[in-house]
């Protein structure tokens, strides 16, 4: 859907609403032609103006989702079940939410086709073999999609098929906010925010959903299928210890958006930073974030007759503002997932340390409140964000000196909210490499976690090895002595990991090697080549301090 947005402040006195933005796009269409929708993120029947324009003066609808092996194939070499890309729990959250729009489809006199192969071809072969004079999809500013895009849009041109599509993932369109800003992305949020300043279309009325739809046409010899189990693509069934408790589809997510918005107080006092990361059994925050990906369903109500509420950056409406600043610079900047070639981005040298890389992925590294993080990522696809922010200052600026897009390979892998732009922009942003400098300001993986849970009681649920370990040692349980350790079932270098590093020397370290890469890169001028940032690494490990190596050497990981 598309939601817009009025902002507001105790300065300027303006009010907030959401509603739906027409697209600016307005084509006349014969009567009686065939529209096809190509579904991909936008899997909803709310507020979705591509697939009410497709409904539109048309004969049949034909509604098509492309099931991608780049996306689903089973890839056995992966560090976890699932494809190249994409963990189960993605994949199966996926799945549902397929599953539910073919529901709401069925409902409305319609239902999915679900067709399999390259995206881009498979559509292109769609749009030759059936009456189609209309295609309709939402935009997309991924890369992946870009370029799929061109690809088909080509195709229809010189097939005189008309081509709808419309910004309806965001509240604002990232290539007026660019074009605002002089043809570069905005860097910070507030920036953002005045260039984005009232949408134009904020007075515009809230779109409803359809009451039906127009029958699917005639699909001749192409192979339909109806949506596929995860059995089906060839995984195996997904134990229910390993299952997310997060369910798919807009159903679940409407469903959830009404759970959140009914306690008026809550939202109108709601902010991100704070928040507690270690609640599970009711999460402190509103666990909207896997659906914005796919259904960004109209959010009129969050302040509807609440008479008070905090201000973006921290509200509610703040938060999808976040998300709109990141796509936006996402968008507008070249090879913003990965260092090499990103001009926002500090040229940093990274350790390449596999070893460390896998202790920390794979729950490992010895330090509880960060393990009990990355388990509660593998089983549920999701975990706060102050979570987040712990587990990826750890493996960055915090302790290990890992490069961020190891760890925003991990999280794109196994999040079920998993977002090209807000990934890599908070990977970005957490390491210290853009947006934020602030690099001595570090999340401790002990202290952290305790002021939130000092019983231990989320790193008792996500690692029960520790569950009989006093609470005086659960965030540091190799301060244990032995006695101690063997009442609590659970010895530390056998039954649980001795920490990979130690905290204190750690930290020490990526301050240093940090502070030299900035000054580094200041007095290049920001302009640091490949050459450049090979001999920064030969100084920094010539320049090593020579502490004794038992202080901050890796102890041997623990399988």
Same mark, same amino acid.
């Given at each position: 859907?598309?939601?817009?947005?009025c902002?507001?402040?105790?300065?300027?006195?303006?009010?907030?609403?959401f509603?739906?933005r027409?697209?600016?796009?307005?084509p006349?269409?014969?009567?009686?032609?065939?529209?096809?929708v190509?579904?991909?993120?936008?899997?909803r029947i709310?507020?979705?103006?591509?697939?009410?324009?497709?409904?539109?003066?048309?004969?049949?609808?034909?509604p098509?989702?492309?099931?991608?092996?780049?996306?689903?194939?089973?890839?056995?070499n992966?560090?976890?079940p699932?494809?190249?890309?994409?963990?189960?729990?993605?994949i199966?959250?996926?799945?549902?939410?397929?599953?539910?729009?073919?529901?709401?489809?069925? =409902?409305?006199g319609?239902?999915?086709?679900?067709?399999?192969?390259?995206?881009?071809?498979?559509?292109?072969?769609?749009?030759?073999?059936?009456?189609?004079?209309?295609l309709?999809?939402e935009?997309?500013?991924?890369?992946?999609?870009?370029?799929?895009?061109?690809?088909?849009?080509?195709?229809a041109?010189?097939?005189?098929?008309?081509?709808?599509?419309?910004v309806?993932?965001?509240?604002?369109?990232?290539?007026?906010?660019?074009?605002k800003?002089?043809?570069?992305?905005?860097?910070s949020?507030?920036?953002?925010? =005045?260039?984005?300043?009232?949408p134009?279309?904020?007075?515009?009325?809230?779109?409803?959903?359809?009451?039906s739809?127009?029958?699917?046409?005639?699909v001749?010899?192409?192979?339909?299928?109806?949506?596929?189990?995860?059995?089906?693509?060839?995984?195996?069934?997904?134990?229910?210890?390993?299952?997310?408790?997060?369910?798919?589809?807009?159903s679940?997510?409407?469903?959830?958006?009404?759970?959140?918005?009914?306690?008026?107080?809550w939202?109108?006092?709601?902010?991100?930073?704070?928040g507690?990361?270690?609640?599970?059994?009711?999460?402190?925050?509103?666990?909207?974030?896997?659906?914005?990906?796919y259904f960004?369903?109209?959010?009129?109500?969050?302040?509807?007759?609440?008479k008070?509420?905090?201000?973006?950056?921290?509200?509610?409406v703040?938060?999808?503002?976040?998300?709109?600043f990141?796509?936006?610079v996402?968008f507008?900047?070249?090879n913003f997932?990965?260092?090499?070639?990103?001009?926002?981005?500090?040229?940093?040298?990274?350790?390449?340390?596999?070893?460390?890389?896998?202790?920390?992925?794979?729950?490992?590294?010895?330090?509880?409140?960060?393990?009990?993080?990355?388990?509660?990522?593998?089983?549920w696809?999701?975990?706060?964000?102050?979570a987040r922010?712990?587990?990826?200052?750890?493996l960055?600026?915090g302790?290990?000196?890992?490069?961020?897009e190891?760890g925003?390979?991990?999280?794109e892998?196994?999040?079920?909210?998993?977002?090209?732009?807000?990934?890599?922009?908070?990977?970005?942003?957490?390491?210290?490499?853009?947006?934020f400098?602030?690099?001595?300001?570090i999340?401790?993986?002990?202290?952290?976690?305790?002021?939130?849970?000092?019983?231990?009681n989320?790193?008792r649920?996500?690692?029960?090895i520790?569950?009989?370990?006093?609470?005086?040692?659960?965030?540091?349980p190799?301060?244990?002595?032995p006695s101690?350790?063997a009442?609590?079932?659970c010895?530390?270098?056998k039954?649980?990991?001795?920490p990979?590093?130690?905290?204190?020397?750690?930290?020490?370290e990526?301050?240093?090697k940090?502070?030299?890469?900035?000054?580094?890169?200041?007095r290049?001028?920001?302009?640091?080549?490949?050459e450049?940032?090979?001999?920064?690494?030969?100084?920094?490990?010539?320049?090593?301090n020579?502490?004794?190596?038992?202080?901050?050497?890796?102890q041997?990981?623990?399988?």
């Amino acid at each position: 859907m598309r939601v817009s947005l009025c902002l507001s402040s105790s300065s300027h006195n303006r009010f907030l609403r959401f509603c739906h933005r027409p697209s600016s796009q307005n084509p006349s269409m014969a009567s009686g032609s065939g529209s096809l929708v190509w579904f991909r993120k936008g899997l909803r029947i709310h507020d979705n103006p591509a697939l009410q324009h497709a409904a539109k003066e048309s004969e049949f609808v034909y509604p098509v989702f492309v099931i991608d092996p780049h996306f689903m194939k089973p890839d056995p070499n992966a560090f976890s079940p699932g494809s190249s890309r994409a963990g189960l729990n993605r994949i199966q959250f996926l799945l549902e939410s397929l599953m539910d729009l073919d529901s709401s489809l069925q =409902k409305l006199g319609s239902r999915l086709l679900i067709l399999k192969g390259d995206p881009g071809e498979v559509i292109i072969r769609c749009l030759k073999k059936w009456d189609v004079k209309r295609l309709c999809f939402e935009h997309d500013t991924d890369l992946y999609y870009q370029a799929l895009d061109i690809k088909v849009k080509n195709y229809a041109s010189a097939s005189g098929i008309e081509v709808f599509s419309p910004v309806s993932h965001t509240l604002f369109d990232p290539a007026d906010i660019i074009q605002k800003n002089g043809g570069r992305p905005p860097l910070s949020y507030q920036s953002f925010l =005045k260039l984005a300043g009232q949408p134009s279309w904020a007075s515009s009325p809230l779109s409803t959903m359809l009451s039906s739809l127009p029958p699917v046409g005639d699909v001749g010899a192409c192979e339909i299928s109806s949506v596929p189990t995860v059995q089906e693509l060839g995984y195996e069934e997904i134990g229910q210890d390993e299952l997310t408790p997060f369910r798919g589809g807009e159903s679940e997510a409407l469903k959830r958006l009404r759970e959140s918005i009914h306690n008026k107080e809550w939202v109108a006092n709601f902010e991100k930073p704070k928040g507690d990361p270690s609640a599970f059994l009711k999460p402190a925050t509103t666990v909207l974030s896997p659906y914005l990906k796919y259904f960004y369903q109209c959010l009129t109500d969050v302040y509807k007759n609440v008479k008070r509420h905090t201000s973006p950056p921290v509200s509610l409406v703040g938060q999808l503002l976040w998300r709109d600043f990141f796509y936006t610079v996402g968008f507008g900047t070249p090879n913003f997932d990965r260092m090499k070639g990103n001009r926002i981005c500090k040229q940093i040298p990274w350790n390449d340390d596999d070893e460390l890389l896998a202790a920390w992925r794979e729950a490992r590294t010895g330090y509880p409140w960060i393990d009990a993080i990355m388990v509660q990522l593998r089983k549920w696809g999701w975990m706060h964000h102050l979570a987040r922010h712990c587990v990826a200052c750890f493996l960055t600026r915090g302790d290990l000196f890992i490069h961020w897009e190891k760890g925003r390979d991990v999280f794109e892998r196994l999040l079920i909210d998993s977002d090209w732009a807000i990934n890599n922009g908070n990977w970005l942003w957490l390491s210290c490499s853009s947006f934020f400098y602030q690099y001595n300001r570090i999340y401790s993986p002990i202290s952290f976690g305790k002021k939130y849970d000092p019983n231990g009681n989320y790193i008792r649920h996500f690692l029960p090895i520790l569950k009989d370990m006093p609470k005086e040692y659960i965030y540091e349980p190799w301060k244990a002595p032995p006695s101690i350790q063997a009442r609590a079932k659970c010895i530390i270098g056998k039954d649980y990991p001795k920490p990979v590093v130690c905290h204190d020397s750690a930290i020490k370290e990526c301050k240093r090697k940090l502070a030299e890469a900035y000054a580094f890169d200041k007095r290049l001028g920001g302009s640091v080549t490949e050459e450049d940032l090979k001999k920064l690494r030969r100084k920094l490990e010539e320049d090593e301090n020579p502490e004794p190596k038992t202080s901050r050497t890796r102890q041997k990981l623990i399988g």
